[in-house]
């Protein structure tokens, strides 16, 4: 299974909405099994994202996913300095696989 | 208060060996699949090995098949991570993670591997 690709950057103003995609083969997206990890410099991940549309408590409802056919989506409305951070998607698609990542996008808010 | 904690990384020749651990505490480790997923300096991640609640399935990611063995002992909520034949391209920040339903929901803060001469 291939790493998912996403844009290597992204970036908005403060207040604005960002969205970064996700994308895959036909394949990579049959399950609802994709998530959203946000990674600070020099911190682990932490999931924001899961099973496409869902939050984890304690992360804000500005944080948003979708998906479409092939590729998946985080938007993050009302851009705020501390979301500038690396972001991550991942995809289980069926089999004995370990979990796929995409590349990572660095989200900058300008 | 959950929490995961790898120890064991360090400084390793090409071609050795390192085992890391994970200690677990706050919740039921045995209720739950973990992984190691690895992160090399400036890149992103990669999910690497994956083991089921009694050990008795385990998943590798091609480029450590043969090589790295995970097991765990839930007598001890501990995680391990053999690593063998090490090479320059598994130098990395190594986590474990508890996985439920193919989302990591708790890491570690990781611990550096370099494999270097």
């Known amino acids: 299974q291939s790493a998912l690709t996403q844009p290597p950057s992204a970036s908005g103003s403060p207040g604005q909405s960002v969205t970064i995609s996700c994308t895959g083969t036909?394949?990579?997206?049959?399950?609802?099994?994709v998530s959203w990890y946000q990674q600070h410099p020099g911190k682990a991940p932490r999931v924001i994202i899961y099973?496409?549309?869902e939050r984890p408590s304690g992360v804000p409802d500005r944080f948003s996913g979708s998906k479409s056919a092939n590729t998946a989506s985080l938007t993050v409305s009302g851009l705020q300095d501390e979301d500038e951070a690396d972001y991550y998607c991942?995809?289980?698609?069926?089999?004995?696989?370990?979990?796929?990542f995409g590349g990572g996008t660095k989200l900058t808010v300008l | 208060e959950m929490k995961l904690v790898e120890s064991g990384g360090g400084l390793v020749q090409p071609g050795g060996s390192l085992r890391l651990s994970c200690a677990a505490s706050g919740f039921s480790f045995n209720t739950h699949y973990m992984s190691w997923v690895r992160q090399a300096p400036g890149k992103g991640l990669e999910s690497v090995a994956k083991?089921?609640?009694?050990?008795?399935?385990?998943f590798y990611v091609d480029s450590v098949r043969g090589r790295f063995t995970i097991f765990r002992d839930n007598s001890k909520n501990s995680l391990y991570l053999q690593m063998n034949s090490l090479a320059a391209d598994d130098t990395a920040v190594y986590y474990c993670?508890?996985?439920?339903?193919?989302?990591?929901?708790?890491w570690g803060r990781g611990t550096l591997v370099t494999v270097s001469s």
């Open positions: 991942s995809s289980y698609a069926g089999g004995s696989s370990p979990v796929v």
């Open positions: 099973e496409v549309t």
């Open positions: 083991i089921v609640l009694d050990g008795s399935e385990k």
């Open positions: 036909s394949n990579d997206f049959d399950y609802n099994y």
């Open positions: 993670v508890r996985e439920v339903f193919w989302r990591f929901d708790l």
